[in-house]
């Protein structure tokens, strides 16, 4: 009984480092994916801001103006 508990504790380690393993997987997953959602939010920015800040000011101008 008891060769049978001692061949049965490493495969539950392993078992538990696997689960970790998956776990730690999908947080590089999340954090790249993240990631690039800002970088493309800071592209759309820089190629569109001065698009928008032009936009604002002419808003800007006709509010003041009226």
């Known amino acids: 009984m008891r060769s049978i508990a001692r061949s049965l504790?490493?495969?539950i380690r392993s078992g538990l480092t696997?689960?970790?393993?998956r776990a730690g997987q999908a947080?590089?997953?999340y954090a790249l994916?993240?990631?690039l959602v800002v970088v493309v939010i800071?592209?759309?920015l820089i190629v569109l801001?001065?698009?928008?800040?032009?936009?604002y000011?002419?808003?800007e101008s006709a509010v003041v103006g009226a």
């Open 9 to 11: 504790i490493p495969w």
């Open 33 to 35: 994916i993240i990631s």
């Open 27 to 29: 947080m590089v997953e």
């Open 42 to 44: 800071l592209v759309t």
């Open 57 to 59: 000011c002419n808003i």
């Open 18 to 21: 696997t689960a970790e393993h």
């Open 49 to 55: 801001g001065n698009t928008v800040r032009n936009t």
